[in-house]
């Protein structure tokens, strides 16, 4: 994946936890980079190994990282490096979930080598909504949970999210049952 995700899984370990663990999290991860550059790829391995070796020296599971780093994406990554292209995706979150097929699209115009998810929304309900996600990368349910709860958070909307389908469960992709209260923060 591109730099910039290890970059902000690094942003995001720094920012709480401070440089000493995160020393300690690129070495239990054996990886040797000093710098992340962001328009560079690395392979996924990284990352994965970064999450797993997170997991264990912060003492907390690999799917509470995950969450964390799915909101701190959206929250900061996303709204300090790229705000304009969030905000012209849409003005409520319902309306950002429908245009999210084509948006990564619009990034891969800025990271051509982009291998990106793929989403779509079925059975769109005044409340809530399915959305689809499809990936060739495994393991990621938790990270979309968190990019989730992080543009609820982001539109100041209280959001519900269930896994109703898990590809880790057999299915033939993950689904999120989406439903939420407008103007309430959650
Ligand atoms: C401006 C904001 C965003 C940028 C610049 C961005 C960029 C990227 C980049 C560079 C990757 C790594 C993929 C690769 O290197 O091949 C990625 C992966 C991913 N992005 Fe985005 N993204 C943004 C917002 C979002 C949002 C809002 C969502 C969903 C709600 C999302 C969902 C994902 C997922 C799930 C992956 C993991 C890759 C996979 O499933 O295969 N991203 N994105």
Same mark, same amino acid.
């Given at each position: ?65 995950? @969450?964390?780093? *799915? ?8 709204? /300090? #490096?790229? $705000?304009? %292209? ?49 990936? @060739?990368?495994? *393991? ?8 989730? /709860? #992080?543009? $609820?958070? %982001? ?32």
């Amino acid at each position: 994946m591109y730099g910039m995700v290890n970059k902000a899984v690094q942003d995001l370990v720094i920012t709480n936890f401070g440089d000493e663990k995160w020393d300690l999290i690129k070495q239990k991860a054996g990886v040797e980079v000093d710098v992340f550059l962001s328009n560079e790829s690395y392979p996924d391995e990284m990352t994965y190994d970064l999450v797993e070796a997170a997991s264990e020296v912060l003492g907390v599971s690999g799917r509470e990282v995950l @969450h964390a780093f *799915g909101e701190h994406w959206v929250l900061q990554t996303a709204r /300090q #490096g790229y $705000g304009s %292209m969030l905000e012209a995706n849409g003005r409520t979150l319902p309306e950002f979930l429908i245009n999210l097929p084509t948006f990564h699209t619009r990034v891969a115009m800025i990271f051509p080598d982009l291998k990106p998810p793929r989403f779509n929304c079925t059975d769109i309900k005044e409340n809530s909504l399915l959305l689809h996600y499809h990936s @060739h990368r495994p *393991g990621l349910t938790d990270f979309v949970i968190g990019l989730l /709860q #992080g543009l $609820g958070k %982001m539109f100041n909307t209280s959001t519900k999210i269930v896994v109703a389908q898990r590809k880790a469960e057999g299915a033939d992709h993950d689904v999120f049952a989406v439903s939420w209260v407008e103007g309430e923060a959650g």
